[in-house]
């Protein structure tokens, strides 16, 4: 009984900390547009474009979005955008501008 202990304290230690790890996202799009009705537009995302230097948490338009991984071309960016709100684009956007 000794012996099974450790282990399944480590065991239980391990899935503990993982129901606390964040789901990964790999696709990040730097929003280039100047309105919110840009927002709209795959066209006004890049993922070679450098980040805007007027970031911070606050603002009405998106300076970088987080994505899920399969969110990776313009293509699949618009499909998302055509199923999602300028709120909820806005809240997977850590930084913000106006």
Known sequence: M???????????LALAA???????????WVFTGASTADMRSASNYSQT???PADCGTIGSLPC???L???VNSS???????????????LANSPQKRN
């Open 2 to 12: 000794k012996k099974f202990l450790p282990g399944f304290a480590a065991v239980m």
């Open 18 to 28: 993982s129901a606390f790890t964040a789901h990964k996202t790999d696709a990040q």
């Open 49 to 51: 474009e450098s980040q």
């Open 64 to 66: 970088t979005v987080n």
């Open 68 to 70: 899920p991984e399969e």
């Open 75 to 89: 293509e699949a960016l618009q499909d998302y955008i055509d199923t999602h709100s300028n709120a909820q684009i």
